[in-house]
Protein backbone atom coordinates (compact mmCIF):
# COMPACT_ATOMS: atom_id res chain seq x y z
CA UNK A 1 0.00 0.00 0.00
CA UNK A 2 0.87 3.13 -1.09
CA UNK A 3 0.40 6.61 1.59
CA UNK A 4 1.95 10.05 1.80
CA UNK A 5 2.72 12.47 4.95
CA UNK A 6 3.05 15.87 4.71
CA UNK A 7 4.68 17.83 7.08
CA UNK A 8 2.17 20.58 8.43
CA UNK A 9 -0.91 21.13 8.42
CA UNK A 10 -0.55 24.97 8.15
CA UNK A 11 2.63 27.13 6.81
CA UNK A 12 2.88 30.75 6.58
CA UNK A 13 5.39 32.69 4.50
CA UNK A 14 5.74 36.55 4.56
CA UNK A 15 5.51 37.84 0.87
CA UNK A 16 8.46 37.01 -1.56
CA UNK A 17 9.75 34.61 1.18
CA UNK A 18 11.00 31.05 0.14
CA UNK A 19 7.91 28.59 0.36
CA UNK A 20 8.96 24.87 1.54
CA UNK A 21 5.56 22.62 1.65
CA UNK A 22 7.35 18.88 2.67
CA UNK A 23 5.68 15.81 1.53
CA UNK A 24 7.12 12.40 2.28
CA UNK A 25 5.44 8.98 0.58
CA UNK A 26 5.99 5.57 0.85
CA UNK A 27 5.45 2.99 -1.82
CA UNK A 28 5.83 -0.96 -2.68
CA UNK A 29 6.60 0.10 -6.17
CA UNK A 30 9.01 3.49 -7.83
CA UNK A 31 6.18 5.84 -7.42
CA UNK A 32 4.79 8.60 -9.30
CA UNK A 33 4.15 12.24 -7.39
CA UNK A 34 1.94 14.81 -8.00
CA UNK A 35 1.48 17.80 -6.37
CA UNK A 36 -1.72 19.70 -6.82
CA UNK A 37 -3.12 23.30 -5.50
CA UNK A 38 -7.06 23.31 -4.45
CA UNK A 39 -7.90 27.35 -3.90
CA UNK A 40 -11.13 27.81 -1.91
CA UNK A 41 -14.41 26.04 -2.89
CA UNK A 42 -12.71 25.02 -5.86
CA UNK A 43 -11.15 21.75 -7.39
CA UNK A 44 -7.74 20.13 -7.50
CA UNK A 45 -5.60 21.56 -10.30
CA UNK A 46 -2.20 20.12 -11.26
CA UNK A 47 0.91 21.76 -9.97
CA UNK A 48 3.71 19.29 -11.40
CA UNK A 49 4.00 15.70 -11.17
CA UNK A 50 7.19 13.48 -11.56
CA UNK A 51 7.39 10.04 -13.75
CA UNK A 52 11.06 9.16 -14.28
CA UNK A 53 13.29 11.12 -15.63
CA UNK A 54 14.88 14.08 -14.41
CA UNK A 55 14.47 14.28 -10.03
CA UNK A 56 13.96 18.17 -10.45
CA UNK A 57 10.01 19.32 -12.08
CA UNK A 58 8.78 22.02 -12.68
CA UNK A 59 5.66 23.35 -12.50
CA UNK A 60 3.31 25.86 -13.07
CA UNK A 61 3.29 29.64 -11.11
CA UNK A 62 7.03 28.90 -10.44
CA UNK A 63 6.96 25.98 -8.12
CA UNK A 64 9.32 23.34 -8.53
CA UNK A 65 9.99 20.11 -6.54
CA UNK A 66 12.66 17.45 -6.29
CA UNK A 67 11.98 13.54 -5.98
CA UNK A 68 14.82 12.26 -3.75
CA UNK A 69 14.52 8.24 -3.64
CA UNK A 70 16.99 8.30 -0.72
CA UNK A 71 15.16 10.53 1.56
CA UNK A 72 11.39 9.39 0.33
CA UNK A 73 10.47 12.61 -0.40
CA UNK A 74 8.70 15.28 -2.94
CA UNK A 75 9.11 18.69 -1.14
CA UNK A 76 7.71 21.85 -3.12
CA UNK A 77 9.42 24.86 -3.27
CA UNK A 78 9.07 28.11 -4.88
CA UNK A 79 11.86 30.63 -4.60
CA UNK A 80 9.32 33.89 -3.58
CA UNK A 81 5.99 33.59 -2.35
CA UNK A 82 3.22 35.67 -4.02
CA UNK A 83 0.01 36.36 -2.68
CA UNK A 84 -2.16 34.27 -4.47
CA UNK A 85 -0.26 31.63 -3.84
CA UNK A 86 -2.14 31.08 -0.85
CA UNK A 87 -4.28 28.04 -1.35
CA UNK A 88 -4.02 24.33 0.38
CA UNK A 89 -1.38 21.68 -1.40
CA UNK A 90 -2.20 18.57 -1.67
CA UNK A 91 0.78 15.50 -2.03
CA UNK A 92 -0.17 12.65 -4.07
CA UNK A 93 0.93 9.21 -5.25
CA UNK A 94 -0.43 6.99 -7.55
CA UNK A 95 -0.08 3.73 -8.05
CA UNK A 96 -1.65 1.46 -10.98
CA UNK A 97 -2.94 -1.79 -9.14
CA UNK A 98 -3.63 -3.44 -12.80
CA UNK A 99 -5.15 -3.15 -15.64
CA UNK A 100 -3.90 0.27 -16.72
CA UNK A 101 -5.79 2.31 -14.64
CA UNK A 102 -4.58 4.36 -11.58
CA UNK A 103 -5.47 5.08 -7.94
CA UNK A 104 -4.24 8.39 -6.32
CA UNK A 105 -3.72 8.66 -2.80
CA UNK A 106 -3.43 12.45 -0.94
CA UNK A 107 -1.76 13.55 1.83
CA UNK A 108 -3.90 15.40 4.81
CA UNK A 109 -3.17 18.84 2.98
CA UNK A 110 -1.58 21.89 4.15
CA UNK A 111 -2.92 25.28 3.78
CA UNK A 112 -0.15 28.08 2.82
CA UNK A 113 -1.04 31.60 4.32
CA UNK A 114 1.18 34.50 2.53
CA UNK A 115 1.59 37.38 5.45
CA UNK A 116 1.56 41.23 3.22
CA UNK B 1 -9.04 23.18 -23.38
CA UNK B 2 -10.81 20.26 -22.21
CA UNK B 3 -12.02 19.51 -18.68
CA UNK B 4 -14.46 17.87 -16.68
CA UNK B 5 -17.45 19.13 -15.50
CA UNK B 6 -19.70 18.34 -12.83
CA UNK B 7 -23.28 19.31 -11.51
CA UNK B 8 -24.75 20.38 -9.52
CA UNK B 9 -22.03 22.29 -7.66
CA UNK B 10 -23.87 22.23 -4.53
CA UNK B 11 -26.48 19.80 -3.65
CA UNK B 12 -28.26 19.83 -0.05
CA UNK B 13 -30.35 16.43 0.85
CA UNK B 14 -32.46 15.47 3.69
CA UNK B 15 -30.62 12.24 5.44
CA UNK B 16 -32.25 9.47 3.92
CA UNK B 17 -33.10 10.49 0.41
CA UNK B 18 -31.31 9.12 -2.67
CA UNK B 19 -28.73 11.99 -4.16
CA UNK B 20 -27.28 11.28 -7.98
CA UNK B 21 -23.71 12.90 -8.60
CA UNK B 22 -23.36 13.81 -12.00
CA UNK B 23 -19.81 14.20 -13.90
CA UNK B 24 -18.93 14.34 -17.51
CA UNK B 25 -15.46 13.49 -17.71
CA UNK B 26 -13.04 14.54 -20.83
CA UNK B 27 -14.65 12.88 -23.96
CA UNK B 28 -11.81 10.80 -25.24
CA UNK B 29 -10.77 9.26 -21.74
CA UNK B 30 -11.63 5.72 -20.48
CA UNK B 31 -10.99 5.79 -16.86
CA UNK B 32 -13.27 7.37 -14.29
CA UNK B 33 -13.05 8.07 -10.62
CA UNK B 34 -14.63 9.63 -7.76
CA UNK B 35 -13.13 10.99 -4.67
CA UNK B 36 -14.60 12.09 -1.60
CA UNK B 37 -12.97 15.22 0.31
CA UNK B 38 -14.75 16.04 3.91
CA UNK B 39 -14.52 18.99 5.14
CA UNK B 40 -11.07 19.76 6.41
CA UNK B 41 -9.77 16.16 5.35
CA UNK B 42 -8.08 14.96 3.07
CA UNK B 43 -9.34 13.73 -0.66
CA UNK B 44 -10.16 10.17 -0.45
CA UNK B 45 -10.55 7.43 -2.99
CA UNK B 46 -14.00 6.14 -3.63
CA UNK B 47 -14.23 4.24 -6.72
CA UNK B 48 -12.73 3.59 -10.19
CA UNK B 49 -14.61 2.62 -13.64
CA UNK B 50 -13.59 1.26 -16.76
CA UNK B 51 -15.04 -0.58 -19.76
CA UNK B 52 -19.03 -0.44 -17.97
CA UNK B 53 -16.65 -1.65 -14.37
CA UNK B 54 -15.47 -0.53 -11.24
CA UNK B 55 -12.00 -1.67 -11.64
CA UNK B 56 -11.27 -1.10 -7.67
CA UNK B 57 -13.34 0.51 -5.09
CA UNK B 58 -12.34 1.79 -1.04
CA UNK B 59 -13.77 0.61 1.78
CA UNK B 60 -15.68 3.64 1.51
CA UNK B 61 -17.94 3.17 -1.06
CA UNK B 62 -20.31 0.25 0.79
CA UNK B 63 -23.57 -1.10 -0.60
CA UNK B 64 -25.17 2.61 -0.32
CA UNK B 65 -22.95 3.88 -3.39
CA UNK B 66 -23.27 3.07 -7.01
CA UNK B 67 -21.80 4.29 -10.36
CA UNK B 68 -22.81 4.23 -13.70
CA UNK B 69 -22.19 5.74 -17.02
CA UNK B 70 -25.60 5.84 -18.39
CA UNK B 71 -24.52 6.95 -21.77
CA UNK B 72 -21.69 8.09 -23.88
CA UNK B 73 -20.85 11.25 -21.98
CA UNK B 74 -21.71 11.18 -18.14
CA UNK B 75 -20.52 9.55 -15.45
CA UNK B 76 -22.47 9.53 -12.11
CA UNK B 77 -22.18 8.32 -8.48
CA UNK B 78 -25.38 7.10 -6.51
CA UNK B 79 -25.62 7.23 -3.22
CA UNK B 80 -29.07 5.03 -2.39
CA UNK B 81 -30.29 6.41 1.46
CA UNK B 82 -27.71 9.33 2.66
CA UNK B 83 -26.27 9.80 6.12
CA UNK B 84 -25.12 13.02 8.03
CA UNK B 85 -21.59 11.72 7.35
CA UNK B 86 -21.75 11.78 3.41
CA UNK B 87 -21.41 15.88 4.09
CA UNK B 88 -18.10 16.30 1.35
CA UNK B 89 -17.34 16.93 -1.56
CA UNK B 90 -17.50 15.09 -4.01
CA UNK B 91 -14.42 15.08 -6.76
CA UNK B 92 -15.36 13.36 -10.30
CA UNK B 93 -11.50 12.87 -12.54
CA UNK B 94 -10.87 11.01 -15.59
CA UNK B 95 -7.74 9.92 -17.42
CA UNK B 96 -6.79 9.53 -20.90
CA UNK B 97 -6.08 6.81 -23.61
CA UNK B 98 -2.92 4.97 -21.56
CA UNK B 99 -4.43 5.18 -18.24
CA UNK B 100 -1.06 4.56 -16.67
CA UNK B 101 0.33 5.73 -13.09
CA UNK B 102 2.00 8.39 -14.70
CA UNK B 103 -1.06 10.17 -16.55
CA UNK B 104 -2.44 12.88 -14.70
CA UNK B 105 -6.07 12.59 -13.73
CA UNK B 106 -8.28 15.47 -14.58
CA UNK B 107 -10.28 16.47 -11.63
CA UNK B 108 -14.17 18.29 -11.82
CA UNK B 109 -14.74 21.12 -9.95
CA UNK B 110 -16.56 19.51 -7.19
CA UNK B 111 -20.33 19.02 -5.99
CA UNK B 112 -20.48 19.95 -2.37
CA UNK B 113 -23.33 17.62 -0.86
CA UNK B 114 -24.64 19.03 2.13
CA UNK B 115 -26.85 15.70 4.62
CA UNK B 116 -29.62 17.40 6.88
Known amino acids: AQSVTQLGSHVSVSEGALVLLRCNYS??????LFWYVQYPNQGLQLLLK??????LVKGINGFEAEFKKSETSFHLTKPSAHMSDAAEYFCAVSVSPSGGYQKVTFGTGTKLQVIP | EPEVTQTPSHQVTQMGQEVILRCVPI?????FYWYRQILGQKVEFLVS????????KSEIFDDQFSVERPDGSNFTLKIRSTKLEDSAMYFC??????????????FGPGTRLTVL
Open chain 1, 27 to 32: SSVPPY
Open chain 2, 27 to 31: SNHLY
Open chain 2, 93 to 106: ASTGLAGGRGDEQF
Open chain 1, 50 to 55: YTTGAT
Open chain 2, 49 to 56: FYNNEISE
